[in-house]
Structures are given as C-alpha cells and as structure tokens.
C-alpha cells in the first residue's frame, strides 16, 4: 500500500506544522501508531492508513531536565514527559505551563503545537504537552 | 560441590586486566587498551599473545572523544597481534557485553580457539557537556532528544514511574549509591575511592529530577579485557578457568516511549529468564552479581528484573542490606559504574573481570567467600540491548 505522504518521521512533523498530530492505523490489527511507519511494530502489516489524533492523553512517566543538552539549556529547568494517548500510543515531549509541583502521573494532558519555530526541513516544529 | 551446574561451558576465561578507571590524562584508548591487556598476559604466562590469539573483540561506543574510527585494526596494532582479524562492537553502553557474545559465536563455530574480548572508551577529553551529548545519542534522534531529554533524563522518567507504582523512594536510590560507593573503596581500581552517605545523595545537585549528580555514574576513562579460548583449551594457560554457561542477548525499541511499560527492562528479563535455562541455574543459586548500575534507579530494576526479588520490592533488597558485601546477595562488588566507573565500552567486560576475580578467589578485601557462580547484566541505552551472562568457578 502506498501512502501519500509517505509514513515518514519527515511527514510527521510536517503535519505538525500544519497543527495536526498525525498517527497510523494498522488495517489488519487495528492498533493505531505513532510516530508513523511503514511496518505494523504490533503484527508486521505493511496495510497502514494515515488517522489524526486529537491528542488528548495521560501522563505515565515525567521528570524535570536540570541538567540540559546545549541547544535547550536556556529553558532549563524544563518537564518532559511521556504520555499515553487515549488511542494507546505514547509519545515523550515537553510539558508546558504546569507548575513541578502540580506533575502528577496519571493527570490528563494536551498535545499543542509550537508556532515559534521554522517549519523547514530539518528544523522541525515541535509538539508539546499542555493541560487541557 | 555444594551447587551442580550442568550446563556445558560454551567458552572460558583464562586471564582479565582491567586498567584503573577514571580521569586518565595524556593516554589515547588504544594506549589504556594495551594497559589493560598487558595484566591479563602478565598474569597467564602460558600465553604468547603473538602465537595464540587468533582474533580481537573490542567494545566501543564512540569516535567522538578521540576523532577516531576504525579501531579494532588500530588497537591490534597497538597490542602487536597483526594480522589477526579484529572486530568493534557498538551497543551504546552494552558495547563490550556484546563484542563478548560475538567472541563465543567465534569460538562455538569453531573458526577461533583463543580470542581477546575487551572494551574501551576515553571520556575525558570532552567537557562534560560535550559527553552529556555523546552518551544522549544512545536515544531516539527525533523523538527524545529532539525534545530535550538528556540521557539522565530517560532513566529518571524510569525513575518516577517506579516510584508512583511501587513506592520506592529517593532515600532507597541513594542506598544503591551510598553501597556501591563502600564497595568502591575496596577497588583499587575503581575511580572514586571514598564513602558518601544517604545525605550526600540527597543534597547534591539535582540533574533529572528525582535523580542527582550522585545517583549517575561518573565520566570516566579505562579499558577492560578477557582471554577467553575454546573450553577444551582453557587447562593449557591456567589451572583455574572460570567457564562462560550461559550468554544471552535481547532487542527493545530504541526509545523509551513505545515500550508498555517503563518501570522494567524488558531486555533483562527477557535474557535472564532464557540464560537461566540455558545453564540450569536459578536466581537464589547466584553467588555475585556485577549489574548494569548507570543510574541508582537502574540497579533497583534490575534486582527485580533478574528475579532476585518480584517486580517492585528492589528498593527493600538495598535497605536490607541483602545486597551488600557480606550480604545474601552482593551486587556490585567492583563499585559497579557508579563508583567504579563507566567508561561506556570498557563495562561490559569490566563486569566479566570483577566475576573472574571473584570466582577465581583474587578479589582481594572485597571476595565474596567460597562464590562459585556469578551473573553480570549489561544494558545499552535506554535497555535497548541487553546481555546478561552466567559464569562458574572451574572444577
């Protein structure tokens, strides 16, 4: 099956652009995926269908970068956090606008979209977690 | 014998040097490599490493620090053993875990009867920042460093996790350093020589919360290596062999987010379970344990994920001393990384080092009495790749 674009990380974060939180959903199990690719990682279809996702999920791991890598050192520190998505898949990002003390596994979470940066290849724009 | 293995050994290790760990100026890798080969020759004088190495096995994460690729030529240059085929492994920090399970297919094939596995990196030579950024590769590009988490950072998202399932606390990760750090100061070669305590743990400086500077494992330099030959050899360089049973390796997702589940190692489990079967050996039947302590939360983890405990009670192994020197269950008798080191590609085998020592009874102030069988976990990256291997003590 070909799709159009193609299931690439690239598309991903194009549509990101576009404010969209893209996935893919497997015709043959059903489990949808994210971030995109052309193998099923559930049952090893190649039969996968472009689906967008509202985004909406729950925090199931997070910690507070103090130390940070070079390029995000100004923002330090910063929450990260992985969340499960009410489709299944999870997805790590940043956790904006919620105070550390206020971090709470279990807490429902927004996917958003940064606006600030340059949507050209590869400086993709980021998702980004937020309270609903 | 008080324990039967009935396993066949799949390889032996003859001979192990390890070099001290820690900032070592004015060397090159290839330099603490020789260093640390020169010990295991000089202490098995029945081998001529140019007559009866036929192959070289070198672990190595990086080409970062030094501006170099291609190392395995070079490092067997280094060691005078051209022209013997030699070969660099790359699994973050299972690196030399897995260039040891490359030198038992040589040597199960029958291709290769005495081969030299070791491992390698030299860290020091970038700032620290600089590392933070080498050792955060081991993570997915677009996903998880593109987002901003540090490597530290993916071990403490483990961490939270643990702590909201089980309840472990930050006073039991700081018990796993405040013990590897005791047993640090029974290496001489270990790179921090010097007690801390629960305190010292607790009050340094926060670097991805809930983990501070004293729950990682240092920045360090050094090498490691076994001779390892074919079993039916290993009589003809030392009366005291100590025999591989059981090595296997396992796979995981390259990040952190896709796994179900993030308060276990899928890999260790996964690879315990099937090297316990393999050697016929179970979990309670281990003697010592050298494991893959990159982060304090990562020794919790893999107590539970070896089945030294159920899924959620390692933090009462550390506060019951169980797994302590002296303890039912010593874990980290080297210092493990945290206190002996981890330059990244030298673990894997260093861990196969503190095992021989022990089971061949020259582990000096900190031997475990009378150990016969002995486990070492490797982890690389996020538990991306995971080897955990069983040893005994020859008969």
Known sequence: ?132 | MRKSVMAKPLASIVSAGVTKFGAREGVYARELFVEAAQEAFDACPNLSPQRDIDGLFVGMMSESYEHQAHVAPMIADWLGILPVPAFRTEAACASSGVAMRCALYAIQSGMHEVVLVGGVEKMTNLRTAAVTEVLGMASDYPFEQWHGISFPGIFALMATAHMAKYGTTEEQLAKVAVKNHQNGTLNPKAHFQKRITVDDVLSSRVVAWPLKLYDCSPISDGASCIVMTAPKLARKFTNSPVHIVASVQAQDTIGLYERDDVTSMNVTRIAARKAYEMAGVRAEQIDVAEVHDCFTIAEIMAYEDLGFCSQGQGGTLVDDGITSLGGKKPVNTSGGLKAKGHPVGATGTAQACEIYLQLTSQAGKRQVDGAEIGLTQNVGGSASTGVVQLYRRGD
């Not at chain 1, 724009?125 to 609903?132: A, E, G, I, K, L």
């Open chain 1, 1 to 132: 099956m070909v799709l159009t674009p193609a299931p690439t990380i690239e598309s991903f974060y194009k549509f990101c652009a576009e404010r969209k939180l893209m996935g893919v959903k497997c015709n043959r199990c059903k489990k949808i995926t994210v971030p995109p690719r052309s193998v099923c990682p559930h049952c090893g279809a190649y039969e996968l269908m472009w689906t967008e996702l509202p985004g909406r999920g729950k925090l199931v791991a997070y910690t507070v970068i103090h130390f940070a890598p070079a390029q995000f050192q100004a923002l330090a520190p910063y929450p990260i956090g992985i969340v499960e998505l009410a489709e299944g898949a999870r997805l790590p990002g940043m956790i904006r606008n919620v105070k550390f003390e206020d971090l709470k596994i279990g807490m429902e979470l927004q996917a958003d979209f940064e606006t600030s940066t340059s949507s050209e290849w590869p400086q993709w724009p980021r998702y980004f977690f937020r309270q609903p």
